[in-house]
């Protein structure tokens, strides 16, 4: 495992520091399994990032903590005339924010939001029960299809399939109202998620998630973080009650100056 040190004053101790990706990667690790056979993912879990602020690489601003990029390639590719409405989302992004009205951070935004959540496996599906607004995700699995659609959904249609040790996920019929993060990253109502959960660790998933949206972007995209196990000996989710942060009228007014300016 790669480390970078930098040495203390008189060259007495040395503080290291290993990359959060590198903590999860084992390729060699062997989970333990469910009855089924299939590797047991259970428990509650977090991302310990700053994805849910901004996906690309970005500074400390207005109580925003900075961040490295976890998208692969560093940057989003969006199309040129799509891209223009990330930047108006992103100047409007306390009154536009989804999330900032309570509504649900939609997939993979859900993921990485600065709260917990559990997982818990059976033969038919897997659940995935989230601390914020107490959502509760179903991962049909048994190769069972997405219904037809098109269907408008937050959290869209997840169908569930295990490659190897991995739990991969195909999320369709989604609504065109959730954001990626904070940043005003946006998607269409064409919006198509691949998920992959790979146990690399006791304590450890790696989670990726692949972005397809012909009428945003120039070409499909990932994301990948590590996954950390709650460690406390009571870990459990707990209520999370969702003000909206801004009153109706202030969405309003908001709403109004946006589309009068755009």
């Known amino acids: 495992m790669r480390r970078w040190c930098v040495p203390l004053a008189l060259g007495i101790a040395a503080t290291c520091v290993v990359p959060p ?68 989302n992103a100047e409007h992004r306390e009154a536009l924010d989804p999330v900032a009205r ?3 951070p939609g997939v993979p935004r859900m993921t990485y939001m600065p709260y917990p959540f559990r ?34 959904w937050w959290m869209g249609d997840s169908r ?33 998620v691949v998920e992959r959960y790979t146990p690399t660790g006791p304590d450890h998933l790696l989670y990726e998630a692949t972005i397809e949206d012909p009428n945003v972007f120039t070409r499909p995209w990932t994301i990948s973080m590590p996954l950390y196990r709650r460690q406390e000996q009571n870990a459990e989710l707990l209520e999370y009650q969702c003000p909206a942060y801004l009153l109706e009228q202030e969405w309003d007014d908001a709403e109004s100056t946006y589309f009068d300016e755009h």
Not at 26 to 32: A, I, R, V
Request: aromatic letters at 10%.
């Open 119 to 152: 997982i818990i496996q059976q033969a038919d599906k897997v659940s995935i029960a989230y601390e914020y607004l107490r959502a509760i995700r179903y991962v049909y699995m048994n190769g069972n299809p997405h219904p037809p659609g098109p269907i408008d």
């Open 102 to 104: 309570c509504y649900l």
């Open 160 to 192: 569930g399939r295990w490659d190897g040790d991995t739990l991969v996920v195909d999320v369709v019929h989604f609504n065109d109202q959730t954001w990626f993060d904070a940043a005003g990253n946006f998607h269409s109502e064409a919006l198509h």
């Open 21 to 88: 990706l590198a903590l999860a990667q084992s390729p060699d690790y062997s989970p333990p399994r469910t009855a089924d056979g299939h590797p047991d993912l259970q428990g509650i879990w977090q991302a310990l990032n700053t994805a849910a602020w901004d996906l690309e690489a970005h500074g400390a601003s207005l109580g925003v903590p900075a961040g490295h990029s976890v998208v692969e390639g560093g940057t989003i590719p969006y199309k040129p005339e799509t891209l223009v409405q990330r930047e108006a």
